[in-house]
């Protein structure tokens, strides 16, 4: 039957080693049993079933996710999960939820910038979930203007206590995960009053609701924002407003690892950065692009298996008509995103390991790292999540119309997803980060201060404003020092250009405005070296197993060939490189896309998705797509009855002409 008989037959052809390349994808052998372990223990819980999710209203859908979460935790505490279980666990559940808020903001902002008592007190209470916290900071009227937050925290010395208000509308909070109808607690952002001096915005650890009735405390407004897009999709998230009416708190709970407030009112700054005030946002930027891969390989996972099933057109002669994923075009649209996939999980696993050494230098206080961990964790946030919600949306396209229906699994994915583009930092506030971090290491070359780390391509700024590429035929597009010389050449150029037009400005801030939208193709020309780059740096490493290694260097040439013919104009503009070796650089890529076709189901099934994970009917494991898609189609419940409800007070008078006749 087609589908079984297509995805066995592709599987067949697989010129490498899957097994071992579920190792490399998972990241080792240990991470690839727990999570290949718990994904199956999640799918084979009835509890932890999704299909009927975007059928349930929003109260029905809310409580299901509650339902959800405390069975989650059951199930961790029963089986004495692992903290690095319970994180898997929680990832295959699949349903954002404010257990997402609480384990990825609430402790890490406790961890990060609490003190040493601090963590002591609230840290228990919060693993053993006592406690239910979120991360309060943005507000009705301002997100990404983190100074410009209006809630206040004025200290009173009578009472040794904080006085946490909302003196306007727009400083609501609104939008914190988890806040709307759970947290018990919050990590509240506000302005440090103290004497009528204003020292800028730290967290306040504030308690919301009873832990007796859950009713807000005294002083406190606090509710649901609303639904959100889609169906189903991030609407299982209580999104939270919030309002202080003179709420106090005491003093110690102010987060007080960067700054003390004493008994006397006195404010005393560690010798920490003022800036890990904001290290939360850096910790979950990090996270955000690992995830990225997770998004953008499941999509692409779903539309590669289809591709495959699916036929249209063009009758061999066997009588078959042709697999979709055998023409040309679908290849280079789906082939690119196969690639992106490999290429941030790549560049994932590098920026944790990045933000663990930041993270271990703090704690010696080595503060040297951080603007290249702001910088790297920024633009790759804002690079990935943006190709991988265009990426989501591209499989939609790819899977015909069948890719709209919810049962494809990729409406919803798409939903819950293309907020990662705006949350943790809108995209191009974070890009335009990375460009002022650009413009500074360029205006230091020469000052004796050498670019470190990911900008160590700009101390080779002569070389890199002079070089020509050497391409002289397709192949020659396949050396890694090719390619990376010509995003470097690419990247530098365009960073140059933009110092040199910004010192044309007598303001630098103006100037910085006017320019901002070059700036921002300067910071995305720079993320792309780094992604391509540490793709060629995992391929230098020891790579085991047939094949594997040939695949994941196809991969990351069709990623680095994919990006630079979609960014032609920048090569060709700054002079890298000829328009003939861009035609080559196509023809290159062609031939890739060949090289990887008889593979491309083996390559999906390296990320070792369950069906469950997946919950897309095209992209099932056996290929068994159109009897699951029928069947799939008489669950929905307008098909309960075969005449539907308002049939008799709205279809029939027109039948009948009633309506007609009761106008004329
Ligand atoms: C889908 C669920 C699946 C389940 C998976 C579960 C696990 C994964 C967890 C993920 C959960 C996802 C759920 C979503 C939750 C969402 C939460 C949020 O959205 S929280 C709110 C996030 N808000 C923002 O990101 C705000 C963005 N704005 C800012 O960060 C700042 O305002 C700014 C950086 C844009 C500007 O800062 P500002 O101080 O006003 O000015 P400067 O630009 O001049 O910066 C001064 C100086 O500081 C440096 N800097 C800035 N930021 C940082 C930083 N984070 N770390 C270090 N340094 C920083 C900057 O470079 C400047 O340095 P200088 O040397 O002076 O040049
Ligand atoms: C699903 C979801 C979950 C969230 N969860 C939380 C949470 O748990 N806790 C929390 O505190 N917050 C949360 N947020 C809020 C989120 O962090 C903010 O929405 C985000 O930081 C963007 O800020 P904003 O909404 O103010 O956008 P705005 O800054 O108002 O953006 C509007 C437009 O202005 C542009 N813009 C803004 N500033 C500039 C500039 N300087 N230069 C050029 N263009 C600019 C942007 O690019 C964008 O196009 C969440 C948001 C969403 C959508």
């Known amino acids: 039957m087609a589908g079984f008989d297509d995805l066995a037959s592709e599987r067949s052809k697989a010129q490498f080693d899957v097994e071992e390349m579920k190792v490399i994808w998972a990241g080792s052998r240990h991470t ?20 009927t999710r975007t059928m349930l209203s929003r109260k029905d859908l809310f409580k299901n996710t509650l339902r959800k979460a405390a069975h989650a935790w059951k199930r961790i505490i029963e089986l ?17 939820a404010f257990m997402d808020l609480h384990w990825g903001m609430f402790i ?11 963590q002591q007190k609230w840290l228990p209470l919060a693993y053993k979930m006592k406690i239910i916290g979120c991360y309060a900071q943005t507000e009705l009227g301002h997100g990404s203007n983190v100074q410009g937050l209006e809630t206040t925290a004025t200290f009173d010395p009578q009472t040794d206590e904080f006085i946490i208000h909302s003196p306007t509308l727009t400083s609501s909070k609104w939008w914190p995960g988890g806040l709307g109808k759970v947290s018990t607690h919050a990590v509240v952002y506000g302005r440090l009053i103290i004497d009528s001096k204003d020292y800028g915005v730290n967290g306040f650890i504030v308690q919301l609701r009873s ?34 009416d003179h709420v106090r708190i005491p003093r110690d709970q102010m987060l007080m690892r960067v700054s003390q407030v004493t008994r006397e009112g006195k ?7 003022w800036q890990l005030v904001y290290g939360t946002m850096v910790y979950v930027r990090q996270k955000i692009v690992s995830d990225a891969s997770c998004a953008l390989s499941r999509a692409v996972c779903i539309a590669t298996r289809y591709s495959a099933v699916r036929r249209q057109f063009g009758l061999q002669s066997n009588g078959i008509e042709t697999q979709v994923i055998d023409y040309k075009t679908q290849q280079s649209r789906l082939f690119p995103l196969l690639a992106s996939a490999y290429a941030f999980r790549f560049v ?58 919810c049962s494809s699994g990729l409406p919803e994915l798409f939903a819950v997803y293309i907020p990662a583009c705006t949350y943790e930092g809108d995209n191009i506030v974070l890009l335009l980060q990375v460009a002022r971090f650009l413009i500074k290491t360029v205006s230091q070359l020469g000052s004796g201060k050498e670019p470190v780390g990911t900008t160590v391509y700009m101390g080779r700024v002569e070389q890199l404003m002079q070089c020509h590429c050497a391409v002289q035929k397709a192949e020659d597009w396949l050396k890694p020092s090719v390619i990376l010389e010509a995003f470097e050449a690419r990247s530098m150029r365009m960073s140059v250009a933009s110092a040199q037009n910004l010192a044309k400005f007598d303001n630098q801030e103006e100037g910085f405005l006017e320019l901002s939208a070059d700036l921002v193709q300067a910071a995305v020309a720079h993320c792309q070296l780094i992604v391509v780059s540490k793709f060629i740096e995992k391929l230098q490493q020891d790579i085991p197993g047939k094949g594997v290694k ?32 861009a035609s080559l650089a196509n023809a290159q890529l062609r031939s890739l896309y060949s090289q990887v076709r008889p593979n491309a ?62 106008r004329l």
């Open 348 to 405: 994932g696993e590098w920026l944790k390991w990045l933000y663990m050494d930041v993270n271990q230098r703090l704690q010696a206080s080595d503060f040297s790292t951080l603007p290249e961990a702001h910088a790297c964790t920024a633009g790759l946030k804002s690079l990935t999540t943006s190709a991988t919600a265009d990426g989501i949306e591209e499989c939609r396209k790819l899977c015909g119309g069948h890719g709209y229906l």
């Open 211 to 244: 832990l007796d009735d859950h009713l807000p405390l005294p002083g406190i407004t606090i509710g649901d924002i609303g639904m959100k897009f889609g169906s189903g999709a991030y609407n299982t998230m209580d999104n939270g407003v919030l309002r202080f």
């Open 601 to 662: 189901i083996a390559l999906v099934d390296a990320f070792n998705y369950t069906d469950h994970y997946l919950s897309s009917v095209l992209g099932r494991y056996d290929g068994n797509v159109y009897p699951k898609l029928y069947e799939e189609a008489w669950k929905d419940p307008l098909n309960d009855s075969v005449v539907p409800d308002g049939y008799q007070e709205y279809i029939q008078p027109i039948l009948k002409q009633q309506l007609r006749n009761a």
């Open 550 to 581: 040939g695949q994941l260097e196809a991969l990351c040439n069709i990623y680095a060939l994919f990006i630079l013919h979609k960014h032609l104009g920048d090569f060709l503009s700054t002079g890298c490189i000829t328009p003939k070796q």
């Open 108 to 118: 890490p902002t406790i961890k990060g910038q609490g003190t040493e008592e601090q």
């Open 32 to 51: 690839l049993e727990v999570s290949d372990r718990i994904s199956r223990l999640v799918a084979n819980d009835p509890v932890f079933r999704k299909d």
């Open 267 to 273: 404010l005393v700054q560690s010798n920490v950065p």
């Open 80 to 96: 004495r999960l692992s903290e690095e279980e319970a994180a898997e666990l929680r990832f295959y559940v699949d349903e954002p």
